[in-house]
């Protein structure tokens, strides 16, 4: 005969497995190939692991892969006022600077004459 549950059961998988709770709080976390997930997950995998967490969540996540280390922070929500000027100062950061038009003055001379 069946018993009725007090509490409800503990997820299984991902959930279980690491403590999202933990760094989902907005600070900056370094987590370790082998002690922080499994040795068998390469440190590409957990990024990607991390970043989907995020998305799932509504949340924005800034995060690199350093040899067996994956450092990562979650951020506000994607769509925030605060986002959008974090994605700005990131895009100002990487677009190049403006390079002049080089004029050809060798051809115009020569079209001239």
Known sequence: MATAAKEKPKAAG???RYPWDKWEDGKRHTIA????????????VMRGMVLRRAY?????????????????????PRNSAEAKARKARKAAKK???KKAKATKPAKKAAKAK
């Open 95 to 97: 677009a190049p600077a």
């Open 56 to 76: 799932a969540k509504g949340r924005d996540c800034e995060s690199t892969v350093d040899g067996d280390k994956v450092t990562f922070q979650f951020l506000g």
């Open 14 to 16: 991902a959930n279980a």
């Open 33 to 44: 190939q082998g002690t922080d997930y499994p040795a068998t997950i390469a440190p590409s």
